[in-house]
């Protein structure tokens, strides 16, 4: 299995960053794609941005331009770095690995980290 940990949320005032990173360990060697999820209440979890292990990465549109996913696969690990925040982009923010162990593909998720953007 591979296991998540998640940090570098926080509070921040409009039109500033964030970085957020997120720490795997476990069966490291099986992982895919690693990537960003959100969630905010009433609303189901969304994808963010994720990046494959070829280093392709995918954003969702309304952070294109503003976010951008890094990889290093050395340290298991993913970074999100967040500029030019928006009081809309206040949500619980997970990171995701999928992988494939015994030929099946499977997912894991972190415990989630506030970002919190005031107007």
């Known amino acids: 299995q591979v296991q998540l940990v998640e940090s570098g949320g926080g509070l921040v005032q409009a039109g500033g960053s964030l970085r957020l990173s997120c720490a795997a360990s476990g069966s490291v060697f099986s992982i895919n794609t690693m990537g960003w999820y959100r969630r905010t209440p009433g609303k189901q979890r969304e994808l963010v941005a994720d990046?494959?292990?070829?280093?392709?990465?995918n954003y969702a549109d309304s952070v294109k331009g503003r976010f951008t996913i890094s990889r290093d696969n050395a340290k298991n690990a993913v970074y999100l770095q967040m500029n030019n925040l928006k009081p809309e982009d206040t949500a619980v923010y997970y990171c995701?690995?999928?992988?494939?162990?015994?030929?099946?593909?499977?997912?894991?998720w972190g415990q989630g980290t506030q970002v919190t953007v005031s107007s």
């Open positions: 990046i494959n292990n070829g280093g392709i990465t």
């Open positions: 995701n690995a999928n992988f494939v162990i015994d030929y099946i593909l499977r997912f894991s």
